[in-house]
C-alpha cells in the first residue's frame, strides 16, 4: 500500500507500508542541487550537504553521531545534479527518533563558522580525492563539455577556488531559498502505520517554511565535444557521450533494455566482445544519465594506451551493429529476464522502494508501480531499440573524453 500525502506545509510525502520487516528508510528528497547554482557559487549545494552534520541549535556534530550511532548509524547524504537527499534506514522502532533529528537537522543547522572553515578543508580533501579518480573525472568533465555553459554541467562538488571563497552568509542564503517546502519530498518504506507517520512526518517536518517553488531550468543544448585530459596514469580512460532522454521519456523503458544489451550487465555486447573475448580492457559499461529535461548516454571504458584506438573502434562498431541489425531474440528474452529479476528482488530492500517512490513522485508526478514498470519493459520491440539508435547514437553526435598520458598517440 501507497499513500501520497501533504503537510500543513506543503511538504508531499509518499508513504508505503512494507509487512513483514523490521526496516524503515526515511528519505527527505530535496530539489536542488549544481544544477541550481551559477558560476560564482558553484559547490555551494554540496557544502550545505556536509553542514547539515555539523551541529544544530539543539546538537553539536558529536551528539548527531553519537545519537545516530545508536540507532544503527546508517545515516548519510548525497548532493546530485538536480537533488540533495538526507536518508537513513533503521529498525522501524527507532523511526521516530531518526526523524526528529533529521528534522532538526534540515531546520536548525546553525553553519557555524568555525565549522565551516574546517568543513571546507575536508571538501578540498574530497576535491583532490575525485582528480586522483579518473574513472570518475573522465565522465563528468564530459558532462561539463556537452552542456557547456549551462549548470547542468557544473561539477557537483565546485572547484577549489569556489569552495574557499563561499561565505557563511551565502551558505545561509542559498539554504533559506532551496530547503523549503515547495521543494521536498519525504519518502517512507517499511513495517510503518501510514496514518502514525503522517502525524511523526508533521510534528517532525511541519515547521519547516514555505518558499518560492522550484523553477525548471531552460533546457540546455548538447554540443558534441572532444577532449584529452593530459595526466600521468597507468591507463587511458575514456566516456563516449551521446545526447539522451528525460526522466519523464516513455524512452526510458526502450533505453533501460537496450543498455542492458550494450553494456548495463556482464553479458552485454561490449563487455563480452571487448573485454571477456578480446582482452582490450579491465574496466567497460554504459549507463543512462537522465534530468528532468534532457539527458545522455555514457560508455566508460579503461584501458591501456596502446588499445585506445581498438577499443573505440569495437565501441562504434558494435553500437552501430545493433543500429543496423538490432540485437537478437534471444538477447532481448534474456534482458527481460534479468531486468525482472533485478527488479522484483531490488524491491525487497526498503531503502530501494523509498528511493523509487521519491524519484517517480518528482519526476513523474505520480508513483509508477512495479507491474506498471514490467509491464512497459515488455512492450520494448527490437524496432523500439534500433530507433533510439538511430536518434540519439549518431556518429556526428558522439562526444569523447580522455584521461592520461598521451604519449606518441594522435587519436584526437
Known sequence: MIEIRQLSNGIRTVIEKVPNVRSVALGIYVETGSAYENEKNNGIAHIIEHMMFKGTSHRTARDIAMATALLGDDMNAYTAKEMTCYYARVLDEHLPNIAEILGDMLTNSVFDEQDLEKEKGIILDEIDMYEDSPEDMVQEQLQKLV???????YIISGSEENVKRITREEVVAFWREHYVAERMVISVAGNVEVEAVCELLERCFGMIPKGKPKILLPEPTYHPAKKWFHKETEQVHMCIGYP???HMDKQSYTLSVLNNILGGSSSSRLFQKIRE????????????????????????CGMSEENLERVQEGVC??????????????????????????????????????NNNARHLIYMG????????????????IEDMMQYLETYCKPDLQSITLIGNPGENEFM
Request: charged share 20%; hydrophobic share 30%; proline share 2%.
Open 317 to 354: 562498431g558494435i553500437l552501430t551493429d545493433l543500429q543496423q541489425h538490432g540485437p537478437t531474440v534471444e538477447e532481448v528474452n534474456q534482458t527481460l529476464s534479468q531486468i525482472r529479476s533485478e527488479l522484483l528482488l531490488s524491491m525487497e530492500n526498503t531503502h530501494n522502494r523509498m
Open 366 to 381: 505520480r508513483i509508477v508501480t512495479v507491474d506498471e514498470t514490467l509491464e512497459e519493459i515488455q512492450k520494448v520491440t
Open 277 to 300: 573475448e578480446a582482452g582490450l580492457c579491465y574496466s567497460l559499461y554504459s549507463y543512462g544519465s537522465s534530468y528532468h529535461r534532457t539527458g545522455t548516454f555514457q560508455i566508460y
Open 147 to 153: 552542456w557547456q555553459e549551462h549548470p547542468l554541467g
Open 244 to 246: 539522451g532522454i528525460s
